[in-house]
């Protein structure tokens, strides 16, 4: 009897308790999202995620930029190289540029000169590759729309082993392929094609060549 007394005041003790404590935690839950709602918080946390997200997108976009900037499109010191490089083959050959443009051996001769060249701009740049088209007189008789010229793909920009063990030529003079210690890849041709299926002239070439 007294035990079931004492389980009776227990549980009216905890009730006692327990409903204050409940009517506490509903008031102030009813209080907080009051706040929250009334007070404008949910518009300024959406505004705030908004700003956080364009904020990340403007610094990214900046970073693109300086990247195609400063390294993706500056060519400049590459340029630089590829003419003194040109200019001193012509020189050492005795020949001027008409007579280079007129031979596909001395064309030949000239891109694996200037191979090294290319490799470094891509290096620079971090490019997925690297190419040069010559403007050459006709070196493709059979195919008016066909260039002789050099490019290389990087497989992995980010890794620059010493062998070039990441660069496939895919644009090349047959005569210098084993020169070059560079393998082919599967679409390899030994001149650049400068009409597609469309039939439409290649950007690729006759962009720089008329804005330049």
């Known amino acids: 009897m007294c035990s079931a007394k004492y389980a009776y005041r227990y549980r009216s003790i905890t009730w006692k308790l327990l409903i204050p404590m409940l009517l506490v935690l509903v008031i102030q839950a009813f209080f907080f999202t009051s706040v929250i709602l009334l007070g404008g918080i949910v518009r300024y946390l959406e505004e705030n995620s908004c700003d956080i997200l364009m904020e990340r997108v403007s610094s990214r976009r900046n970073n ?99 062998d070039n063990s990441d660069i496939l030529v895919e644009r090349s003079p047959v005569s210098i392929i084993g020169s070059l210690k560079i393998p082919t890849g599967t679409n390899w041709t030994n001149r650049f094609f400068l009409k597609g299926e469309d039939s439409e002239p290649a950007g690729f070439f006759y962009k720089p060549l008329l804005e330049g």
Do not use: C
């Open 64 to 162: 693109i930029q300086n990247e195609m900037t400063y390294r993706w499109s500056n060519l400049t010191i590459a340029e630089l190289r590829v003419n003194n490089a040109v200019a001193e083959f012509l020189a050492q050959k005795g020949i001027d540029l008409e007579t280079l443009l007129s031979s596909r051996t001395l064309a030949a001769e000239l891109l694996e000169t200037i191979s090294s060249h290319i490799i470094f701009m891509m290096r620079t740049a971090s490019t997925t590759g690297g190419f040069i088209v010559l403007n050459d007189n006709g070196l493709f008789p059979d195919e008016a729309d066909a260039k002789i010229g050099l490019y290389f793909r990087d497989m992995d920009p980010l890794s620059t082993p010493s």
